[in-house]
T-cell receptor, first 113, second 113 residues
Framework: GNSVTQMEGPVTLSEEAFLTINCTYTATGYPSLFWYVQYPGEGLQLLLKATKADDKGSNKGFEATYRKETTSFHLEKGSVQVSDSAVYFCALTPSGGSYIPTFGRGTSLIVHP | DSGVTQTPKHLITATGQRVTLRCSPRSGDLSVYWYQQSLDQGLQFLIQYYNGEERAKGNILERFSAQQFPDLHSELNLSSLELGDSALYFC????????????FGPGTRLTVT
């Protein structure tokens, strides 16, 4: 079956530090890949997505590149802010069948001033 | 604001009871998904409806059931509640069947005492 593996958190950084959250996946075919963010007390919201190999998704300074050869979709940001503190989920949706997404366990990011 | 609404926001009930959680998808979205989020299990897919029909089932207990009505709102019914059912329950919607991003509601926090 499909699976998504994220680095365990929490990830603790100082403001303006560089962020990487690793995500690797297992799936057949060419799934679509997503990063969602969950702020305290809220539901998940889409951060960025990529639908085919070598696509780069980007939003609000965050980026992730769909790497088919390494089955990875690592999230990066060059300079984090305190307001980026949240839980980040990597997810995939298969390219066929029931299109049910598989989510990673989530990685908590804490940014200190 | 994702456009997905869920009620109630919080629910406290006793073991053995039955509750109903309600979800209204974004305007125009035909597909509704239900998820359970707990600290130890992460985000678990429960069930999906598309335009009133059940399309996929995940890790949903037999004590749980759901339906989607002609106006596309959905209800998740949880019965014979146990302490372990305490969790956050999210509803998400997407425009149609396919590898698309999902729009999450704010969730219902269920506490079983």
């Amino acid at each position: 079956g499909n699976s998504v593996t994220q680095m365990e958190g929490p990830v603790t950084l100082s403001e303006e530090a560089f962020l990487t959250i690793n995500c690797t996946y297992t799936a057949t075919g060419y799934p679509s890949l997503f990063w969602y963010v969950q702020y305290p007390g809220e539901g998940l919201q889409l951060l960025l997505k990529a639908t085919k190999a070598d696509d780069k998704g980007s939003n609000k300074g965050f980026e992730a590149t769909y790497r088919k050869e390494t089955t990875s979709f690592h999230l990066e940001k060059g300079s984090v802010q305190v307001s980026d503190s949240a839980v980040y989920f990597c997810a995939l949706t298969p390219s066929g069948g029931s299109y049910i997404p598989t989510f990673g366990r989530g990685t908590s990011l804490i940014v200190h001033p | 604001d994702s456009g997905v609404t869920q009620t109630p926001k919080h629910l406290i009930t006793a073991t053995g009871q039955r509750v109903t959680l309600r979800c209204s998808p974004r305007s125009g979205d035909l597909s509704v998904y239900w998820y359970q989020q707990s600290l130890d299990q992460g985000l678990q897919f429960l069930i999906q409806y598309y335009n009133g029909e059940e399309r996929a089932k995940g890790n949903i207990l037999e004590r749980f059931s759901a339906q989607q009505f002609p106006d596309l709102h959905s209800e998740l019914n949880l019965s014979s509640l146990e302490l372990g059912d305490s969790a956050l329950y999210f509803c998400a919607s997407s425009p149609r069947q396919g590898p698309y991003e999902q729009y999450f509601g704010p969730g219902t926090r269920l506490t079983v005492t």
